[in-house]
């Protein structure tokens, strides 16, 4: 399944035409067989980047954003504040994964990345550290095989269509609640 990617690169220093994290993860996404919906860069201001995806989640033609850079602890850093407050539900896993993972090659360094991932109004949201080691390892090892519909024993592409389905809250839709005791 060919899905719609936005990429967001968060730097006060790069720009599109030297943004290295970017590209490979525009050559990767291709390479699976995703389709490239947009691509920017905003820099270390968290009400930018905020803006440009909070533009991307309301706009249903965009499945997924990847943005890499602002993670960090710097003072600048305020990629995980900028996009945690958008969010309707977080990954937990994702980044203690990418932090074991990346743990393989950079070590004790990987404590300095507050990557994260979740979902809101329906599109999958991952936030990566900026290093292009840091972008190749998540989507080589992470990201790729859960926007691959055949990973098993599951995936995010088959979420997709159930992540803006109204909760049920009646007492009926929770399982056990009106089921016999046991004893």
Known sequence: MTLAIALLTISDTRSLADDRSGDALQQRLALAGH???????????????????????????????ITSGGTGLTGRDGTPEAVAPLLDKTIEGFGELFRVLSFE?????????RCLAGVANGTVIFVLPGSLDAVQTA????IRAQLDETTR?????????????????????QAGVNAPALG
């Open 35 to 65: 389709q490239l919906q947009d691509r920017t860069l905003v820099p270390d201001n968290r009400y930018r980047i905020r803006a440009e995806i909070s533009r991307w989640i309301a706009d249903p033609a965009v499945q997924v954003v």
């Open 153 to 173: 024993p599951c995936n995010l592409v088959q979420l997709l269509p159930r992540l803006t389905e109204p909760a049920d809250h009646s007492a009926g839709g």
């Open 139 to 142: 989507w080589d090892r992470l």
């Open 105 to 113: 090659t950079i070590g004790t360094s990987t404590l300095q990345s």
